[in-house]
C-alpha cells in the first residue's frame, strides 16, 4: 500500500526525522491558510498523487501558463493561482503512465535553498531478504537513470536483522553521501529515525529524493515515498486509516472489500480459479496457447455463490474482457455447488463474452449437468489444457 508525500512526511517526523513545515489542502483557501501559517518568504506547492516525478510531470489538456506538479512562489497569490491550476486536473508523469492521476490534493510546504541534492532509500531486498539502504550523490533525478548510466554511484549497505541499523552502517552512508562535519552526524541520526520508522510501520521501502543538504548545511528530505506490506495492514490500523481509495484501482477495492485475490493485467481473458498455484498454472496455460490472462483472480476455498457472482462482476468490469475461463478444482467444495454458483452469477450479469468453465473433484458429473441443463451457453472443459485451447479459440472467434 502507498501513502502520498505529506503523509509519509507526517510518518517520518512522528518518528523523529527532521522535516520542513507544511499542510495538506484540499481547496485554494485551505492552501492560502496553510501558507499563512508558515511565516516563509518562499512557498512550495507539491501535487499530491500516489506517483514521483511530478516536478517534471505535465497535465492533460494543457493550460496557459503550464507548469509541472510541483511549483516554487513567493506569495500567498501565487500560493492560491498555483493551488487552482493543478487541482482537478490529470497529472501524468513517467510514474503513472499515459493516463495520469486527477490531482485532489496538494501539499503546501516552505521552501528551502538547495546546496545538494542526494538519494536515500530504504526497501526490502528480496535477494537477500534484509532491509537494504540505497544511497547516492546523484539525487533529485531518476533512480533508475542513475543505476543505468553511472551504477558507480549507488552505495548498498545490507542490514542485519539481528543487528540492525548500526551507527557503523549509518557512518558509512554518511561518508559515501560525502557529508562533512557536523553532517555527518545528522545523518547518522536522520538513518536512525528513518530505520525506526521503516520497522514501526512494518514498511516495504521509503524513498528520499531528494534528501537535501541545504545552504544553512542543514539535512532535510525534501519528498518523501513510503510503501507499506500490504500483509501486516491488520496490525497496522493508523496506516491503514492513511489509504486514499482514489489512487487504488476500483476492482482491486472491490476484490479485498470480499477477500478477493485479484490482480488485473493486460490481457483479455478473465480468469476465476480457487487457490493461488491453481490460479498461476491457469495464466500460464493460457498464454501457452495463445491468448493473454486479464487477471489473476483466487477465490479462495470457500467459492460460493455470493463470491463467486462478485467475481464475476469484477473481472466482467473490466472492458478488455473478451472471454473468461472458469478453473475450480472442487475439494473440500463439491463441483455441483460450485456450478450453480456459476449458473446463477452468469444470469446476474447477464454475460456477453465466451465463457468456459472446467471443474474437477467431488461430483463433478452433476456440475456438468447443470451447467449443460442451465440453457447459458457455457463451454465445458475436460481439463486445463482443453480448457485453454476452447477459450483462446472462442475469443478468437467472438472477434
Ligand atoms: P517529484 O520527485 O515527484 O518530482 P519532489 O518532491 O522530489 O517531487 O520535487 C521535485 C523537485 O522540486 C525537487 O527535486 C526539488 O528540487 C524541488 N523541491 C521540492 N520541494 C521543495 C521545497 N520544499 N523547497 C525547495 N525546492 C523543493
Ligand atoms: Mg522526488
Redesign the pocket.
Known amino acids: 500500500m502507498n501513502i502520498h ?1 505529506y503523509q509519509a512526511k507526517e510518518l517520518l517526523k512522528a518518528h523523529g526525522v527532521p522535516v520542513l513545515d507544511g499542510g495538506v489542502a484540499y481547496t485554494p483557501d485551505e492552501a492560502v491558510r496553510v501558507a499563512e501559517r508558515l511565516e516563509t518568504p518562499v512557498f512550495v506547492v507539491k501535487s499530491q498523487i500516489h506517483a ?4 517534471k510531470g505535465h497535465f492533460k489538456e494543457p493550460e496557459a501558463g503550464d507548469k509541472g506538479g ?1 511549483r516554487v512562489v513567493k506569495s500567498l497569490d501565487e500560493v492560491r493561482e498555483n493551488t487552482e491550476h493543478m487541482l482537478g486536473r490529470t497529472l501524468v508523469t513517467h510514474q503513472t503512465g499515459p493516463e495520469g492521476r486527477e490531482v485532489k490534493r496538494v501539499y503546501v510546504e516552505s521552501g528551502c535553498n538547495i546546496a545538494r541534492e542526494l538519494y536515500l532509500s530504504m526497501l526490502i531486498d528480496r535477494a537477500t531478504s534484509r532491509v537494504t539502504i540505497m544511497a547516492s550523490t546523484e539525487g ?1 533525478m531518476d533512480i533508475e537513470e542513475v543505476a543505468a548510466r553511472t551504477p558507480e554511484k549507488i552505495v548498498f549497505e545490507s542490514l542485519d536483522p539481528v543487528v540492525g541499523l548500526s551507527p557503523y552502517s549509518a557512518r558509512k552512508i554518511a561518508f559515501a553521501l560525502k557529508l562533512e562535519g557536523g553532517q555527518v552526524s545528522a545523518c547518522v541520526k536522520l538513518l536512525m529515525s528513518l530505520y525506526k520508522a521503516f520497522m514501526a510501520t512494518d514498511a516495504s521501502m521509503v ?4 534528501l537535501v543538504v541545504t545552504a544553512d548545511g542543514d539535512l532535510l528530505p ?2 518523501a ?1 513510503m510503501n507499506f506490506d500490504s500483509n501486516a495492514l491488520y496490525r497496522q490500523p493508523k496506516i491503514e486509516s492513511l489509504r486514499d481509495e482514489d489512487e487504488e484501482d476500483p476492482a482491486e477495492l472491490e476484490a479485498q472489500r470480499h477477500s478477493l485475490n485479484y490482480i488485473k493485467l493486460d490481457g483479455t481473458i478473465g480468469c476465476m480459479v480457487n487457490g493461488a498455484g491453481l490460479a498461476m498454472a491457469t495464466m500460464d496455460i493460457i498464454k501457452l496457447y495463445g491468448g493473454e490472462p486479464a487477471n489473476f483472480l483466487d477465490v479462495g476455498g470457500g467459492a460460493t455463490r455470493e463470491r463467486v457472482t462478485t467475481a464475476f462482476k469484477i473481472i466482467l468490469s473490466d472492458p478488455s474482457v473478451e472471454g473468461i475461463l472458469v478453473n475450480i478444482f472442487g475439494g473440500i467444495m463439491r463441483c455441483d455447488v460450485i456450478a450453480e454458483g456459476v449458473v446463477a452469477a452468469a444470469r446476474e450479469v447477464s454475460l456477453n463474452v465466451p465463457l468456459v468453465v472446467r471443474l474437477e473433484g467431488t461430483n463433478v458429473d452433476l456440475g456438468k449437468k447443470i451447467m449443460a441443463e442451465s440453457g447459458l451457453p457455457i463451454i465445458s472443459a475436460d481439463n486445463l489444457a482443453d480448457a485453454a485451447e476452447k477459450v483462446v479459440k472462442a475469443v478468437k472467434e467472438a472477434q
Not at 524513498?207 to 531528494?210: A, G, K, L, S, T
Open positions: 508525500e514521483g516525478g511530478r516536478g510541483v533529485g524513498e528520499i529524493n531528494p525534501l519528498d515515498k
